[in-house]
């Protein structure tokens, strides 16, 4: 059964009606994610990197974020955001592949996906989500139509931004991270792992903190989480404990202690029914 969850797919929860979200994030941890749903962020404020890997390549890079920048995550890449710092914020902007097809819009090729914006740009922007986020949920009609201008102006403003330098992941963190992401619930050991990707166990170590700003352990640990969340939400009727070991946790206390570490999966887990964990699930999937 795991074959099936090779790769985080998230479905996306769109109000009804609409056609897209808005809204400020980047105060959580998520794992590794795709979605159909083509994205953008905008950085308000602190420094952060994305760590993206494209699906049809195989290729793997890194993106520096400051306050400006512009990044767009498309539905073919993987993405996590790492190495927050503590003011960390961007809004997030999401829109469906409907929405973007009815716009004349030529979206990034796979790598020139991030640019810092000039100040007046950047405003503009952020007085346009402030203004679709202030919409009361009953008016789609001019939300949807404010959508499709807030993308057409961002995509217009990224244009105009000069590029910005994208490091490439080193092949041995590619593989590792795919490990980790296509089999989480296995015992990997960093020899193990190292083993499989070529290298040493220290130097693969300092490669993977350098470029996820995560160890192995901290990274396998975050897969495992959402394995067990995605897991208890598919098949409710299983016990905690049954799904902590399916996903690779030793006993429920390692998977407690692992929960405790993320407040956006741990506030609706416990106690919870069935129904609030799979949307706190979906709430923390759905802040990229």
């Known amino acids: 059964m795991f074959a099936k969850i090779e790769s985080f797919e998230e479905k996306l929860r769109l109000p009804d009606g609409r056609e897209g979200f808005v809204k400020e994030g980047g105060r959580g941890q998520h794992p590794m994610h795709r979605h159909r ?5 905008l950085v308000l404020s602190g420094t952060a990197r994305y760590v ?23 539905p073919s890449q993987d993405h996590i955001l790492v190495e927050k710092s503590s003011d960390y914020a961007h809004w ?12 004349p819009l030529s979206l990034p090729s796979t790598r020139e996906l991030c640019r810092p914006l000039s100040a007046s740009d950047q405003a503009r922007l952020v007085a346009l989500c ?18 499709g201008y807030l993308m057409a102006a961002a995509w217009s403003a990224f244009q105009r931004a000069p590029g910005s330098p994208t490091a490439l992941v ?5 593989t590792a991270m795919r490990l980790l ?33 995560l160890t192995l352990l901290e990274f396998r640990q975050q897969e495992r989480v959402r394995l067990a969340l995605e897991l208890q939400a598919l098949a409710p ?15 429920y206390a390692s998977f407690h202690r692992a929960l405790e570490r993320d407040p956006l999966y741990l506030r609706q887990w ?10 706190a699930v979906e709430k923390a999937k759905g802040l990229a």
């Open 170 to 174: 080193h092949p041995a963190v590619a």
């Open 130 to 147: 402030t203004e679709l986020t202030a919409l009361p949920e009953s008016d789609s009609l001019t939300f949807n139509a404010g959508l």
């Open 92 to 103: 997030v902007v999401v829109a469906t592949p409907a929405l973007l097809a009815r716009l």
């Open 37 to 41: 749903e083509p994205e953008f962020n």
């Open 181 to 213: 992401r296509e089999r989480p619930q296995e015992p990997w050991s960093v020899p193990e792992l190292a083993e499989r990707c070529g290298l040493s166990a220290p130097v693969l170590t300092r490669h993977f903190r350098e470029q996820t700003g």
């Open 270 to 279: 416990l106690g919870g029914t069935p129904k609030t964990r799979l949307k």
């Open 237 to 251: 009727s299983r016990t905690r404990l049954e799904v902590a070991l399916e996903a690779g946790f030793g006993s």
């Open 52 to 74: 993206l890997a494209e699906r049809q390549t195989g290729e793997s890079w890194v993106s520096a974020l400051a306050p400006g920048s512009l990044i767009w995550l498309l």
